[in-house]
């Protein structure tokens, strides 16, 4: 399919842009302006089944009150996807009892593929409270990446895509219906299962066999996700200057070396990104064997992000926790949790947005831990990776490059997109750089990410027209000449990484 590039489009500044959306949000809460409902309390619970086929039994509970100018007919729930998370066993309750879903038409399934429709007999009047509850079961996902894993003796569940999320009318005026100021999660696992969530412990307790956790979300939290296993434990838990690792064997090596670098690139995205939320204290390395390279779904190394940590597979581990190779894999998975839990790209800035980012950031620890020479490093690296690639595969502008195209132009884009972020600093300066990226998650957390926010807020931090930069850079192919002059002083005297680093690159 031909995909015209688009040269990104630069809205009001962010603030600019935040105080209007809290201005109408206000008015809309205060006075009902169209249809719309409130969800007044809402809960979930997620239960691990053992057996030779696992499965994750998912219930969410809604108390929600018609707020809106009409009587609502039906509302819209957007669920996750059928084959990526192997959901089956849908069913629904209104008011404890059971209720039809059916689709919505053809036209609204065509934005929302997901979505069911729930319809109201009689329909659902003004101020009246119903208790809604959605239930179903994950069973052999074909994701098993960033989303979802669910093996024999652990499972994960990312920060979005696996909650039924309830649909405002449609109506230009409705507000989407957010989250309570309380949200209880609970997870149930076996006795012996570790479990990371997020939210604050509020408890747990024990059933027979089994184990409830439970924890508390805040309106203020980021959506929830889980992380559990049976683990043996290397790291102190209540050290707030160390590492933890979770993997099914002791490890077989001392993880010295690991425990610094990753440290050391967990202190350089906090203090250049800013912080993430208050619980995550400390990064968490866990081992998920059913992680498969969220690239290519194969075989052979692999690491993917979950908030205040990252999944390896047992693949990964065999490189050795203090190899070069591993802590690569652990600094761009951890460079997620800023670009792509805190904050995510939106689906039209693909590759670019998506993977430049966290590479961008492993730039950015390179040259604290080695200065600007291992910066230079870095850069010329990606500029080998680039040329390289170039010579086995069509190039097409990074603007319209995604995940899902073919390998060999996936290539071109995962060497040229941090060579792109790499030009936006040397233009902005570094200072202004972070700032402007600190800006972006601090104001924008929890919401999708485009190339106008970008540019905004990178305008704003160095008072710099950087519209040129963004235009050469995603609508063009090649590399500028004046930045690879900058950087191609010495890169024939030293030895190219291009097999390895694309190699490595894919495996992430």
């Given amino acids: 399919m031909n995909r015209a590039p688009q040269t990104p489009r630069i809205g009001a500044p962010l603030s600019v842009a935040l105080a209007a959306a809290l201005v109408l949000g206000t008015a809309a809460c205060s006075v009902p302006l169209a249809p719309g409902y409130r969800i007044v309390k809402e809960s979930r619970e997620v239960e691990f089944v053992p057996s030779d086929a696992p499965e994750l039994r998912v219930r969410s509970e809604f108390t929600m009150v018609n707020s809106g100018t009409t009587d609502l007919p039906f ?3 957007n669920l996750p996807d059928k084959k990526e998370y192997g ?5 629904a309750e209104v008011d404890g009892r059971e209720a039809a879903l059916a689709k919505p038409p053809a036209d609204y399934q065509e934005e929302m593929p997901n979505a069911v429709r729930l319809e109201f007999n009689p329909p659902w009047k003004q101020k009246e409270k119903h208790q809604l509850a959605i239930e179903y079961a994950f069973r052999s996902p074909e994701d098993s990446g960033t ?19 309830p649909q405002p009318p449609k109506h230009f005026m409705s507000p989407f219906p957010s989250r309570p100021d309380k949200t209880e999660l609970d997870i149930r696992v076996p006795a012996d299962f570790l479990v990371l969530a997020r939210g604050t412990s509020s408890g ?8 409830v ?3 508390r979300l805040r309106a203020s939290d980021l959506a929830p996700y889980v992380v559990g296993g049976r683990y043996d434990v290397t790291g102190e838990e209540r050290n707030a200057g160390s590492v933890v690792f979770w993997t099914r064997q002791p490890l077989k090596e001392n993880p010295a070396t690991a425990d610094e670098r990753i440290e050391a690139a967990w202190v350089t995205l906090t203090t250049d990104f800013g912080p993430l939320d208050k619980n995550i204290r400390l990064p968490h390395v866990v081992e998920s064997p059913e992680l ?3 690239v290519e779904r194969g075989p052979g190394p692999a ?15 065999a490189l050795g926790v203090n190899s070069d190779d591993f802590l690569e894999m652990i600094t761009h998975a951890l460079a997620h949790n800023w670009f792509g839990d805190e904050v995510y790209p939106s689906p039209n800035a693909g590759l670019g947005m998506g993977e430049g980012l966290p590479e961008y950031a492993t730039i950015v620890i390179d040259e604290s831990r080695n200065g600007a020479a291992g910066r230079k490093r870095r850069v010329e690296q990606y500029l080998h990776e680039y040329d390289d690639a170039v010579q086995h595969g069509k190039e097409e502008p990074l603007a319209v490059t995604m995940l899902y195209d073919p390998a060999a132009q996936r290539r071109i884009g995962l060497a040229k997109a941090p060579l792109f972020f790499a030009a936006l600093e040397d233009a902005c300066g570094q200072s202004a750089m972070q700032k402007g990226l600190a800006r972006v998650v601090a104001l924008l957390r929890g919401k999708e990410v485009g190339y106008d926010d970008l540019r905004a807020a990178l305008e704003q931090s160095s008072g710099k027209n950087l ?18 002059q900058r950087y191609e002083d010495n890169t024939a005297e030293e030895a190219s990484p291009t097999r390895d680093g694309t190699a490595k690159m894919e495996q992430r």
Avoid: C, M, Y
């Fill in 75 to 77: 509302i819209d729930i």
């Fill in 87 to 91: 959901r089956e066993d849908l069913r």
């Fill in 147 to 165: 989303h979802i894993t669910l093996g024999a003796d652990s499972f994960h569940l990312g920060s979005r895509g696996w909650s039924p999320v």
């Fill in 204 to 211: 747990k307790r024990k059933e027979g066999g089994e184990i």
């Fill in 213 to 215: 956790h439970r924890f």
């Fill in 292 to 294: 498969r390279s969220h």
């Fill in 303 to 317: 690491a993917a992000a979950f908030p205040g940590g990252a999944l390896v597979n047992p693949e990964a581990l």
């Fill in 467 to 484: 519209g040129e930069i963004f235009r050469v850079w995603l609508n063009q192919k090649g590399i500028p000449e004046d930045f690879r």
